[in-house]
């Protein structure tokens, strides 16, 4: 799967941004679509996820009720919708796509196999 991500920038604190991530695939039946971030001096972590085939998501505890995570299924698109942005959520989000394996699987970093380019999201405090 060819993963394409937009959509970072510079935000103040509070503020809002969305992450966008099109997949080249011809079908996405299977996957698990994933955002994970990277903070300078830390390590990937897992963010947020949404299950291709029905379509459920999850979350890291630190972004349940600020982050969405939603799809155009016709678009073959993903977005992470940040809302209520915190000076750490600063870091390089990735878009990933791994084939689904079932829900104990769903927040492993290790398991995600196809990776877009990273966009740098700040957030100024």
């Known amino acids: 799967v060819q993963l394409q991500a937009s959509g970072g920038g510079l935000v103040q604190a509070g503020g809002s941004l969305r992450l966008s991530c099109a997949a080249s695939e011809r079908t996405l039946g299977g996957y698990v679509m994933g955002w994970l971030r990277q903070a300078p001096g830390r390590e990937r972590e897992f963010v947020a996820a949404l299950r291709w085939s029905g379509g459920s998501t999850f979350y890291a505890d630190f972004v349940k009720g600020r982050f969405t995570v939603s799809r155009d299924i016709a678009k073959k698109t993903v977005y992470l919708t940040m809302n209520s942005l915190k000076s750490e959520d600063t870091a390089v989000y990735y878009c990933?796509?791994?084939?689904?394996?079932?829900?104990?699987?769903?927040?492993?970093?290790?398991?995600?196999?196809?990776w877009g380019q990273g966009t740098q999201v700040t957030v100024s405090s």
């Open positions: 990933a796509a791994k084939p689904d394996r079932g829900l104990p699987t769903i927040r492993d970093t290790n398991r995600f196999n196809s």
